[in-house]
């Protein structure tokens, strides 16, 4: 129902690296996961509205005011690299 | 003393210290030795000692706290190796109302990572055992809570339901689970799955206990929008009928397969016991029920597909490989998920897709609909809808790994009710050859107070006695 090519394209939507031999067992339980959900597909839903969310939600803004906030140092300090103010990461092209 | 402090509910340790019998630093650390020694894999993280400052009406009476809930400079790793050593810089808002009403924290409890499981063997910090048999499981996701309250090392704790992650692991260890109503407890603080089924609610031993518990966990926050005001106030139960009352079986749904004979006698004797306290059992239909599994297994996925992309070896967390920004992502999400939580992550990614959001995704937002009109129009006939929690006992360690669909259909009973958002408590029902059977009792929304009646009725009737596993010596 998922081969390897549709496997690779959605770990790739999901930034998951999958290495090759996990590729096989990875898409024979999608599959199966997948067969099963599909029964959604039989039922007629024309005229049903989708559900995104129970309750009634509706924009909820704080005033446009000064509060606290966490200091930079407090919000940096879980982060596995830093510079100066901010997140360190790897550069896009490599070294 | 000790036995003494151990055989109190949690309300009952409440009034001791209340009238002087017993002191806040006793009860503290009598349970901070109990949970020390943990032979269940319960707690990731045990409190050294109580905060200084402990006043407020739940006397001081500890509380352990499902790991996924944030809590400031204490480790918060959601059962998942991505998290390790994860210590956040602010606390949960159902965490911060526990301890404002004088709850302090006891300890982290082990779980499902990120909540994705039905048996918390999906944890990086290794499997949960159930206290009443050692080679079974406690549930999940909520395992290590559910454990902890039922093996007697904890006198109350916070879980987390999105699928049935509070009620399956109370009914599996013989305990009180309640998910609330979506919306009555402020989700801020706890870390994601999925948004728009996450609840948080109490795992307790007693019916009252849990009334007591989540009359002050609830209440509208203004950092999570999808909070809502409690219409009234959680009321301590003290029925002991149930005239009136009418109760509805989805019988078909009950009389499926995959119910063992054991948990259907359970179930049968409550219904018997709930007519003899003056309620009408009557019979009712969820035609959808089915599909409801099969759209939470849909809808679920998908939005933790979204909500977990935040876990990219950037802000806090694992980082692995680092020769480029790309590598980095792919192979800390690679190193740092387990099987399960890969396994959603792709297939929320999937029925999100451009091709698939439709069929799957689209149509599961319309079965979610169909599932909660069914409710409601069972609702309009009837107080409450009972079924058995789970249609199984504690199943061995090991028993359903190998198999993710079988794990997932232990949710076929609790899922409709979460896609409704409709709240629904867990309490034992009995054994099934020495494991506890759950029974589960659901209501419209914001009815958690005519749902705690209910139980507190059917409770006091049961005479359930879990001591066999919270006495036991640990």
């Excluded at chain 2, 009403?101 to 499902?112: E, I, R, V």
């Excluded at chain 2, 409550?270 to 009408?280: D, K, N």
């Excluded at chain 2, 490989?321 to 192979?331: G, I, K, P, V």
Aim: a negative charge.
């Amino acid at each position: 129902m998922i081969d390897r090519d549709e496997l690779l394209h959605v770990a790739r939507l999901a930034r998951l690296a999958l290495h090759e031999d996990e590729l096989d067992s990875t898409a024979a339980e999608l599959s199966t996961i997948l067969e099963h959900v599909a029964a959604i597909k039989e039922l007629d839903l024309d005229d049903v509205e989708p559900t995104a969310h129970i309750g009634d939600v509706s924009d909820s803004l704080r005033d446009d005011s000064v509060a606290t906030s966490l200091p930079v140092e407090v919000a940096l300090a879980p982060a596995p690299a830093v510079r100066d103010d901010g997140f360190l990461v790897p550069s896009p092209q490599g070294e | 003393m000790s036995d003494e402090i151990q055989s109190l509910s949690a309300v009952a340790a409440v009034a001791a210290i209340a009238d002087g019998g017993l002191s806040r630093e006793e009860i503290f650390a009598h349970y901070r030795s109990r949970a020390g020694a943990d032979e269940l894999n319960a707690f990731t993280w045990v409190a050294e000692q109580a905060p200084a400052q402990i006043e407020g009406p739940l006397g001081g009476v500890p509380v352990a706290v499902k790991d996924l809930f944030c809590t400031e400079g204490i480790p918060s790793q959601a059962g998942s190796k991505i998290l390790a050593g994860y210590r956040p810089p602010y606390t949960a808002t159902a965490v911060a109302n526990l301890e404002a009403a004088g709850a302090p924290l006891l300890g982290k409890t082990n779980q499902d990572e990120f909540a994705m499981g039905s048996s918390n063997e999906n944890s990086a910090y290794g499997p949960v055992l159930n206290p009443w048999d050692k080679t079974r499981v406690p549930g999940g996701s909520s395992g290590g809570s559910a454990a902890a309250v039922a093996g007697g090392l904890a006198p109350w704790a916070l879980g987390t339901d999105t699928g049935g992650s509070i009620r399956q692991p109370a009914s599996l260890c013989g305990v009180v689970g309640l998910k609330p109503t979506y919306g009555a407890v402020s989700r801020y603080g706890m870390i994601a799955f999925a948004s728009s089924l996450d609840s948080a609610g109490p795992l307790t031993r007693d019916v009252s206990d849990a009334a007591l518990f989540y009359r002050h966990l609830v209440g509208k926050d203004s950092a999570d929008a999808t909070s809502v005001a409690f219409p009234e106030s959680i009321e301590i139960p003290t029925a002991e009928r149930l005239d009136g009352i009418t109760l509805a079986v989805p019988t078909a749904l009950v009389d499926g397969d995959g119910v063992e004979p054991g948990v259907r006698a359970s179930f049968e004797a409550s219904l018997e016991t709930a007519r003899q306290l003056g309620a009408t059992v009557t019979s009712c239909e969820i035609p959808s029920a089915a599909h409801a599994l099969s759209a939470y297994y849909v809808i679920a996925p998908a939005e933790a597909s979204s909500n977990l992309s935040r876990f990219d070896g950037v802000r806090y967390g694992l980082r692995r490989d680092e020769s480029n920004l790309d590598a980095m992502y792919t192979e800390t999400r690679h190193d740092g998920f387990g099987d399960e939580v890969k396994r959603r992550i792709l297939i929320g990614t999937y029925a999100l897709s451009s091709g698939y959001y439709d069929a799957y995704y689209g149509r599961a937002q319309r079965v979610r609909t169909v599932v909660a009109k069914e409710l409601a129009e069972v609702f309009a006939g009837a107080d409450f809808i009972v079924t058995p929690t789970s249609p199984t006992v504690a199943f061995g360690l090991g028993a359903r790994t190998a198999d993710p669909l079988s794990m997932y259909l232990s949710d076929l009973f609790t899922i409709p009710m979460s896609l409704a958002g409709t709240p629904a408590i867990s309490i034992p029902s009995g054994l099934s050859e020495g494991l506890p059977v759950g029974l589960q009792i659901c209501g419209p929304a914001f009815s958690e107070n005519r749902i705690l009646s209910a139980a507190y009725a059917l409770e006091q009737a049961i005479g359930f006695n879990g001591s066999a596993a919270w006495g036991a010596k640990r």
